[in-house]
């Protein structure tokens, strides 16, 4: 599926959009505790790219991916998954993927956002 999608540059262009939303979100930028938001996107990159057939650099820098571990640590209600969709979201239609495509894509992000959720409070 990684080089469907179209490899790296499709990628790029899905977490670069994501984080542009991130930048100014008043739920979610504060998750992120860089100053800089590159790290963050590299991370996400590496682990988007990894799961979809890609290299396996993540795993080789960081070990499994443990996400629901790796999240703990934040406020995962509804509102920051609909708010990490809503960035997400942006980031696929900038991908312009074939319908069927980006279907495949989308279901995956949206069954991700859910299972981080890890509190129902405010």
Do not use: C
């Not at 996107?41 to 993540?58: A, D, I, N, S, V």
């Not at 209600?77 to 319908?99: F, I, Q, S, T």
Request: proline content about 8%.
């Amino acid at each position: 599926m990684y080089e469907r999608f179209g490899g790296r540059p499709a990628f790029e262009t899905l977490v670069n959009e994501f984080y542009r939303g991130i930048a100014d979100d008043p739920v979610l930028r504060p998750m992120y505790p860089e100053e800089d938001l590159g790290p963050a996107t590299e991370r996400m990159l590496l682990f988007l790219e990894q799961y979809w057939g890609g290299p396996g650099t993540y795993s080789e820098r960081r070990g499994h991916p443990r996400l629901r571990m790796r999240h703990n640590a934040f406020k995962v209600n509804p509102e920051a998954r609909d708010r990490w969709l809503l960035h997400m979201r942006a980031g696929v239609d900038k991908m312009a993927l074939p319908p069927a495509d980006e279907a495949i894509l989308w279901d995956y992000l949206s069954r991700a956002a859910v299972a981080m959720v890890n509190t129902f409070e405010d």
